[in-house]
């Protein structure tokens, strides 16, 4: 089966630096890679998700890079403010008839923005 | 409003007892999945149903049961069996856009 593995596990930034989150996935067929913000206490939202027929995907602040020859994809977001500080997690895929299937996570990055 | 509403928010359980968390959806997603999180942790699979009345083992099946009788509610009963039960429990579903999660029950053991 599929196995994620995501660095680190805890990161601090000062407020308006960028902050990295990358992970690395086994499975050469994933092909779908959401990644999820959690605020303590709450349900993870999705911020955003590339699948491999591109490389890279930009929303405002936050872009997400893949690289599906060495099978890892990265988390950028710039411009850091405090509201960002929560819990990153990278998931992986595979799409069938162009529906997401069961996600397999990674162990998740506590993001903390400093003021 | 389309949603997946799981209840109660807060649950305590005395040792050696059963107890039944709810998940319903109104998305009309066919797949539905329980997830265990510990403080610290990523979400670790529990069991998952792509159908009504089918349902599979995850990574960590041992102490839970489930159930899928209806497309729109699939429960997950914590049994005595589960030694360690204390943590907060999502359930997701899962649609052309991907997954979308409950707010989240948090069980404790008292």
């Known amino acids: 089966g599929e196995n994620v593995e995501q660095h680190p596990s805890t990161l601090s930034v000062q407020e308006g630096d960028s902050a990295v989150i990358k992970c690395t996935y086994s499975?050469?067929?994933?092909?779908?890679f959401p990644w999820y913000k959690q605020e303590l206490g709450k349900r993870p939202q999705l911020i955003i998700d590339?699948?491999?027929?591109?490389g890279e995907k930009k929303d405002q602040r936050i872009a997400v890079t893949l690289n599906k020859t060495a099978k890892h994809f990265s988390l950028h977001i710039t411009e850091t403010q405090p509201e960002d500080s929560a819990v990153y997690f990278c998931?992986?895929?595979?799409?069938?008839?162009?529906?997401?299937?069961?996600?397999?996570f990674g162990s998740g990055t506590q993001l903390t923005v400093l003021p | 409003d389309g949603g997946i509403t799981q209840s109660p928010k807060y649950l305590f359980r005395k040792e050696g007892q059963n107890v039944t968390l709810s998940c319903e959806q109104n998305?009309?997603?066919?797949?539905m999945y329980w997830y265990r999180q510990d403080p610290g942790q990523g979400l670790r699979l529990i069991y998952y149903?792509?159908?009504?009345?089918?349902?599979q083992k995850g990574d960590i099946a041992e102490g839970y049961s489930v159930s899928r009788e209806k497309k729109e509610s699939f429960p997950l009963t914590v049994t005595s069996a589960q030694k360690n039960p204390t943590a907060f429990y999502l359930c997701?579903?899962?649609?052309?856009?991907?997954?979308?999660f409950g707010s989240g029950t948090r069980l404790t053991v008292v």
């Open positions: 590339i699948r491999s027929n591109v």
């Open positions: 998931a992986a895929s595979r799409l069938a008839s162009g529906s997401a299937r069961q996600l397999t």
């Open positions: 998305l009309n997603h066919d797949a």
């Open positions: 997701a579903s899962i649609g052309y856009y991907g997954y979308t």
């Open positions: 149903s792509q159908i009504v009345n089918d349902f």
């Open positions: 499975d050469s067929a994933s092909n779908y």
